[in-house]
């Protein structure tokens, strides 16, 4: 079995940029979710993507967004980098759940470390 | 709003103590109370959770215990090793919701 793998997993951009990054999901998973980890922090909760659609967002700009493949595989693009924007970035595959607030185990990947200059 | 806290921040303990990180949340709605360890270089990974209908939880050295009506819940790592060292996190009221973090050092 497959773990949850995320690429690139450093990548440094400049202000203005625009960014991709990749997630593929556990084997049998269908639901991914992206998470923003700044230096010191918890994860904080981006947007989750299920059967293609967004699934439930946090509280981050239109500039973040997403998308999802039919093999479960995930993107998440940043336009417009700013300095803030600079941090590890977090993917979690899981079975899915009715509702947001249903209880499936999360499986993270290792991150991928974004720094903006 | 969500609010979660944790408490220490920062924990040393001796190698074979117990150490205790408790969690503290706003928003009475949780069912579900998981516990995260984050190592160097990894992402979190699900140490330990408990259903709200249930007190307490153990799983050989880790332990979690909940307290529905105070809004918190606790982390209890027993016989402590160098490799529990990392950086623990609770999440509440939702699986989504990350505290700060706890970072524990065990000493040899």
């Known amino acids: 079995e497959t773990g949850v793998t995320q690429s690139p997993t450093h990548l440094i951009k400049t202000r203005g940029q625009q960014v991709t990054l990749r997630c593929s999901s556990q084997s049998g998973h269908n639901t991914v979710s992206w998470y923003q980890q700044a230096l010191g922090q918890g994860p904080q909760f981006i947007f989750q993507y299920y059967r293609e659609e967004e699934n439930g967002r946090g509280n981050f700009p239109p500039r973040f967004s997403g998308l999802q493949f039919p093999n479960y595989s995930s993107e998440l693009n940043v336009n417009a980098l700013e300095l803030d924007d600079s941090a590890l970035y977090l993917c979690?595959?899981?079975?899915?759940?009715?509702?947001?607030?249903?209880?499936?185990?999360?499986?993270f990947g290792p991150g991928t470390r974004l720094t903006v200059l | 709003g969500e609010n979660v806290e944790q408490h220490p921040s920062t924990l040393s303990v001796q190698e074979g103590d117990s150490a205790v990180i408790k969690c503290t949340y706003s928003?009475?709605?949780?069912?579900?109370f998981p516990w995260y360890k984050q190592e160097l270089g990894k992402g979190p990974q699900l140490i330990i959770d408990i259903r709200s209908n249930v007190g307490e939880k153990k799983d050989q050295r880790i332990a979690v215990t909940l307290n529905k009506t105070a809004k918190h819940f606790s982390l209890h790592i027993t016989e402590t090793q160098p490799e529990d060292s990392a950086v623990y996190f609770c999440?509440?009221?939702?699986?989504?919701?990350f505290g700060p973090g706890t970072r524990l050092s065990v000493l040899p």
């Open positions: 928003d009475s709605a949780s069912n579900y």
């Open positions: 999440a509440a009221p939702s699986q989504f919701v």
């Open positions: 979690a595959s899981s079975l899915p759940g009715l509702a947001m607030n249903t209880y499936n185990e999360q499986f």
